[in-house]
């Protein structure tokens, strides 16, 4: 298992863990005190057409970075522009590459 660890930017008491393991593929779990929600194949909110998408989305809703600028990172990764975005869409896309290269370890 492979995970790393995103920090809320509107609150330090909260963060997520975000990773790949080959048993479960995609998963997150948002850390609050006293308080986790997750995102997983046995979680009934698990997009098993489009897992990465899911998990990403998931951390969008939970306030980590808007769904406008996770799409607008995953265009500029597309595109090869990230670095013509503003901070936080550089942001996000850095959150996306390293979610991704969980997968890959």
Not at 42 to 47: C, G, P, Q
Not at 75 to 92: C, F, I, K, N, Y
């Amino acid at each position: 298992m492979s995970k790393i660890t995103i920090e809320r930017p509107t609150d330090p008491k909260i963060h997520a863990e975000a990773g790949f393991d080959h048993a479960i593929h995609w998963f997150g779990d948002v850390i609050r005190p006293g308080y986790r929600s997750s995102y997983s194949r046995i979680e009934r909110n698990y997009d098993q057409e489009r897992p990465l998408w899911g998990l990403l989305a998931f951390l969008a809703g939970e306030g980590f970075y808007s769904l406008d600028d996770l799409t607008d990172a995953l265009t500029a990764l597309q595109d090869g522009t990230v670095g013509d975005e503003s901070t936080e869409v550089q942001r996000v896309a850095g959150i996306v590459v390293q979610v991704k290269h969980t997968a890959d370890r």
